[in-house]
């Protein structure tokens, strides 16, 4: 057994012990020790990842049999080593924060309960990316799929809950369901259950890849799939949200590209419609963040839209590699990965910092905060780090991705097909455009939430964090930081050289200047005549007051007015008059409703098709033995039937 082989074995008997030890003793000591267990694994992932992209080794693991001809088989190459590397750089973290952060459970039973189905969330994950077939592949996608169900159902007791998890249940066996169709569609073609190189006429793999895209693009949040996100995201704790939007989400598109990259002769529509799947996600995601006051609804959104960025990249990849555009489709799809690398980390820590900020103030309504920068300035400064590396500004990690995708577009004029050159340039005004939105919402959500006065009691009376919570938020947060700066020496360690700019120059020019505009206030900004007033004139007002500060519906207003087609706004208001001729003012209520689209013209319409069917199927069990006698014939027959054709 390798070096190699024997980190990867550490790991997954420390994820295994970490998941066993919360229910067998049950102590705040042990569930210390499980968490401990889950960062000591990621430290191993940690290596053997970096070690494998950097060397190029593809180890070779022992197969397993589940069941007489079923084999479970781990297979590492570059793809499955980068999303190993992006599952150990989010585990850090959340381990250490969950350590402080699941003691706010209910009961104890809770506590341990979190704490085991957290290590058993991190190990599905990791052995889904590690499966070398199929049946592997399913076994564990769908151990991910329970254990983060559970933890999104962890609070029972609350009917948002239930709903979440109700939703979130339909949707994760929708996806299931495709991708088992288009693993049997593949399994039938090549005779095998091994993931491997796919050497067959795109006309014949049209299936498959219209089933894995659904399948996967449902797990991974895509337009018009990615309702689940909103519901399920708040209802789970912040750390599992961590986890779920930075790595969950991560492994479904590990997935897709696990079968997209290995077609030998892909079609150019396959690349159009990802590309506008992945356009269409972004803008959609942001605009619906815009309007949200739920600040993890908000972030859930924001998923959205970054899960559609990186199948910008991928379609971006697809279309440039089949017009024969090599350096552009390497550039668009490294730019892809980086960014699903780069949002584990930003969004890992923008999720950690919402459940600081919603264990502090006791809610998650963005309008309720104000002036935690005051109250809370480390966790203010550690969301700026995520809210400024979400927003693409320099030097953090989230610019080089789009900056990545940004050259990927400018350069597609070489395209020789114009239709497909008006393709990109619309896409990239889309790009632009969500680009800006994501500053803005961002914008909204920081200044919202820290600066100004305190809008409650809640946020008056909110207190920094316990100091582990803290240091798992710095974990992510300097890694944006330090992936932004080194990024081109981190990708030159693999081998990978795309001429983008050296962000570590870029970042010292952007702090000297930083610092010269300090000093040159400092010394020069300030009068030398002492300030007679405290606060800025109010028009005659005796003291500033938190309703006069921006809320999230006013920011969002403008946005709401350009774009009300998309969301589709119901307006009402009352009126009350001090006079019966309805002239003078007294009080009156507006409302703002946004219509559900998606869910009202697709999942309800769904929804109740499927009941009615449900309903009619019920009709047939009339509770009598000669009824199922004859339901079982048929269904022999059925079976027979079908095995001799297709055998």
């Given amino acids: 057994m390798s070096l190699l082989e024997t980190f990867v074995y550490v790991a997954i008997i420390a994820l295994i012990f970490g998941t066993i030890l919360p229910l067998t003793y049950r102590s705040k000591n042990t569930r210390k020790a499980s968490l401990s267990l889950s960062f000591f694994?990621?430290?191993?992932?940690?290596?053997?990842?970096?070690?494998?992209?950097?060397t190029g080794k593809e180890p070779v693991f022992s197969a397993f049999r589940f069941l007489p001809g079923l084999n479970f088989t781990m297979a590492v190459d570059r793809l499955s080593a980068g999303f190993i590397l992006l599952i150990a750089a989010v585990v850090p973290g959340v381990s250490i924060y969950s350590i402080e952060y699941v003691e706010h459970a209910k009961s104890e039973a809770r506590k341990d309960l979190q704490t085991a189905l957290t290590n058993l969330f991190i190990l599905a994950m990791l052995m889904v990316v590690l499966a070398g077939n199929m049946v592997g592949f399913l076994i564990f996608w769908e151990i991910m799929s329970l254990s983060s169900l559970m933890l999104v159902l962890h609070d029972y007791s609350s009917e948002e809950n239930k709903k979440a998890g109700i939703f979130y249940f339909i949707m994760t066996s929708l996806s299931t369901v495709f991708l088992f169709m288009g693993f049997i569609s593949l399994f039938r073609l090549t005779g095998s259950a091994e993931f491997g190189q796919l050497d067959y006429p795109a006309s014949v793999l049209t299936l498959p890849f219209l089933c894995l895209f659904t399948g996967f693009g449902i797990k991974a949040g895509l337009v018009p799939f990615h309702k689940w996100l909103p519901y399920a995201h708040p209802a789970a704790p912040s750390s599992i949200s961590a986890l779920m939007s930075g790595v969950m989400l991560k492994v479904a598109i590990y997935g897709f590209l696990r079968f997209l990259l290995f077609v030998s002769a892909p079609e150019i529509w396959w690349g159009v419609l990802i590309l506008i799947g992945g356009s269409l996600s972004a803008v959609l995601g942001v605009l619906y963040a815009f309007r949200e006051s739920d600040i993890k609804k908000l972030l859930a959104y924001s998923s959205i839209e970054n899960v559609g960025i990186i199948f910008t990249g991928i379609g971006l990849y697809l279309i440039f590699k089949l017009e024969g555009l090599e350096g552009l489709a390497l550039l668009s799809l490294v730019g892809a990965s980086f960014h699903a690398f780069n949002h584990a980390l930003f969004k890992s820590l923008l999720f950690l910092c919402a459940g600081s900020i919603v264990h502090a103030t006791g809610t998650r309504n963005i309008e309720a905060f104000g002036g935690l920068i005051k109250r809370m300035p480390r966790t203010a400064a550690l969301f700026l780090i995520g809210s400024v590396s979400i927003a693409g500004l320099p030097p953090t990690s989230g610019f080089v991705s789009e900056l990545m995708l940004f050259q990927a577009y400018f350069y597609s004029s070489a395209l020789p097909d114009p239709l497909l050159k008006v393709l990109l340039i619309i896409t990239l005004s889309v790009f632009a455009l969500t680009s800006a939105l994501v500053a803005a919402l961002f914008v909204k959500l920081f200044g919202i939430s820290f600066l100004a006065l305190p809008r409650t009691e809640?946020?008056?009376?909110?207190?920094?964090?316990?100091?582990?919570?803290?240091?798992?938020?710095?974990?992510?947060?300097?890694?944006?930081?330090?992936?932004?700066?080194?990024?081109?020496?981190?990708?030159?360690?693999?081998?990978?050289?795309?001429?983008?700019?050296?962000?570590?120059?870029?970042?010292?020019?952007?702090?000297?200047?930083?610092?010269?505009?300090?000093?040159?206030?400092?010394?020069?900004?300030?009068?030398?005549?002492?300030?007679?007033?405290?606060?800025?004139?109010?028009?005659?007002?005796?003291?500033?007051?938190?309703?006069?500060?921006?809320?999230?519906?006013?920011?969002?207003?403008?946005?709401?007015?350009?774009?009300?087609?998309?969301?589709?706004?119901?307006?009402?208001?009352?009126?009350?008059?001090?006079?019966?001729?309805?002239?003078?003012?007294?009080?009156?209520?507006?409302?703002?409703?946004?219509?559900?689209?998606?869910?009202?013209?697709?999942?309800?319409?769904?929804?109740?098709?499927?009941?009615?069917?449900?309903?009619?199927?019920?009709?047939?069990?009339?509770?009598?033995?000669?009824?199922?006698?004859?339901?079982?014939?048929?269904?022999?027959?059925?079976?027979?039937?079908?095995?001799?054709?297709?055998?």
């Avoid at 191993?44 to 990842?49: D, E, G, Q, V």
């Avoid at 020019?509 to 400092?522: E, Q, S, T």
Wanted: charged residues 15%; positive net charge; aromatic residues 14%.
């Fill in 41 to 54: 694994s990621s430290i191993l992932l940690l290596a053997f990842a970096g070690i494998a992209l950097y």
């Fill in 458 to 647: 809640c946020a008056k009376e909110a207190i920094e964090v316990p100091q582990p919570m803290l240091s798992g938020e710095a974990i992510p947060a300097a890694l944006c930081i330090l992936s932004g700066l080194f990024s081109n020496r981190i990708l030159a360690l693999f081998g990978i050289d795309l001429g983008i700019p050296d962000m570590l120059v870029l970042g010292l020019i952007l702090a000297g200047a930083c610092g010269f505009v300090w000093l040159g206030v400092r010394n020069y900004g300030f009068s030398k005549v002492p300030r007679i007033s405290k606060e800025t004139w109010g028009c005659g007002i005796l003291a500033q007051h938190p309703t006069m500060e921006y809320s999230s519906a006013g920011f969002s207003e403008p946005l709401v007015a350009i774009f009300k087609k998309i969301y589709r706004t119901e307006i009402s208001s009352t009126r009350t008059y001090s006079d019966t001729k309805e002239c003078i003012f007294k009080d009156g209520t507006t409302r703002i409703r946004f219509n559900k689209f998606f869910e009202k013209y697709l999942y309800l319409p769904v929804a109740y098709a499927v009941n009615v069917v449900s309903f009619q199927v019920s009709r047939l069990q009339n509770g009598k033995l000669g009824t199922y006698v004859f339901y079982v014939f048929i269904a022999v027959l059925t079976l027979m039937t079908f095995t001799r054709y297709f055998a």
